[in-house]
């Protein structure tokens, strides 16, 4: 009896793991975040839920490997595998986001932005791939945050 209530406690246990926040990386070529951060977001959630006519803070932790001399924002959010971008107040990584360009390779660093989420936007789940991308266009980090917009 003990044996099977270890058993049942562990596969619990597992189940509620499984059900834990994952933040994944979505094809970061010059750098690799370490910590994502969304304010309010409860991380013990399969998704982050973002309340409409609010605005939601995020901060990303990464390291970079190559000298990046510009980075731009770019937000978008996958509902029923179709992309649409988010419209960002600052679309400039170097201005107003604890990043100062340019940005040096083997350093570590931390961007914060501030995300509206619009009270047009319908309650949804949706991936939220959030890049951050070189002069070259080519993504220094890329992080998919799955969320459900309330």
Same mark, same amino acid.
């Given at each position: 009896?003990?044996?099977?209530?270890?058993?049942?406690?562990?596969?619990?246990?597992t189940?509620?793991?499984?059900?834990?926040?994952?933040?994944?990386?979505?094809?970061?070529?010059?750098?690799?975040?370490?910590?994502?951060?969304?304010?309010?977001?409860?991380?013990?959630?399969?998704?982050?839920? /973002?309340?409409?006519?609010?605005? *939601? +803070?995020?901060?990303?932790?990464f390291? #970079?490997?190559?000298?990046? $001399? @510009?980075?731009?924002?770019?937000?978008?959010?996958?509902?029923?595998?179709?992309?649409?971008?988010?419209p960002?107040?600052?679309?400039?990584?170097?201005?107003?986001s604890?990043?100062?360009?340019?940005?040096?390779?083997?350093?570590?660093?931390?961007?914060?932005?501030?995300?509206p989420? /619009?009270?047009?936007?319908?309650? *949804? +789940?949706?991936?939220?791939?959030?890049? #951050?991308?070189d002069?070259? $266009? @080519?993504?220094?980090?890329?992080?998919?945050?799955?969320?459900?917009?309330?």
């Amino acid at each position: 009896m003990f044996t099977l209530c270890v058993l049942i406690s562990s596969l619990l246990l597992t189940l509620q793991l499984g059900t834990a926040l994952e933040f994944q990386d979505c094809g970061s070529k010059t750098g690799k975040f370490t910590q994502v951060t969304i304010e309010g977001c409860d991380t013990t959630k399969p998704e982050c839920l /973002l309340q409409r006519n609010t605005n *939601v +803070s995020i901060s990303i932790d990464f390291a #970079l490997a190559e000298t990046a $001399s @510009v980075v731009k924002t770019v937000v978008h959010g996958k509902v029923l595998g179709i992309e649409m971008p988010f419209p960002l107040t600052n679309p400039d990584a170097c201005l107003n986001s604890g990043l100062k360009c340019p940005l040096e390779n083997n350093e570590a660093y931390r961007y914060t932005a501030t995300l509206p989420v /619009l009270k047009s936007y319908p309650k *949804v +789940s949706v991936l939220v791939k959030w890049e #951050l991308k070189d002069q070259n $266009s @080519v993504d220094i980090v890329c992080v998919e945050i799955p969320a459900k917009i309330q």
